[in-house]
């Protein structure tokens, strides 16, 4: 089992910066994803960014080159810093992570933190 505790969400206008972050109750280095889902309202929960243990990422392509998303392992936390937040990225976003052994894939999720961009 592990933990996620999000933190970082907030309202800025159009154009500011957010930075999440997400802490594990353990050890993160084995964990084989970790990232953020966002989910609008009346949207599915999409997959915003990842990083795998690694050190691949991915980004949605909406969100490329705007947001940037990084592993301190040591501090069993990870960021995603929003830059150039656009009102389309309004969102509760989720911090997850994936731990898979063999055919068994067990997801983990923080709590949620909303995301408000105003125009």
């Known amino acids: 089992q592990v933990q996620l505790v999000e933190s970082g969400g907030g309202s800025v206008q159009a154009g500011g910066s957010l930075r999440l972050s997400c802490a594990a109750s353990r050890s993160i280095f084995n964990i084989n994803v970790m990232g953020w889902y966002r989910q609008a309202p009346g949207e599915q929960r999409e997959l915003a960014a990842s990083i795998t243990s690694g050190g691949n990422t991915y980004y949605k392509d909406s969100m490329k080159g705007r947001f940037t998303i990084s592993r301190d392992n040591p501090k069993n936390t990870v960021y995603l810093q929003m830059n150039n937040l656009k009102p389309e990225d309004s969102a509760v976003y989720y911090c997850?992570?994936?731990?898979?052994?063999?055919?068994?894939?067990?997801?983990?999720w923080g709590q949620g933190t909303q995301v408000t961009v105003s125009s």
């Open positions: 997850y992570a994936q731990d898979r052994h063999g055919a068994n894939v067990y997801t983990y």
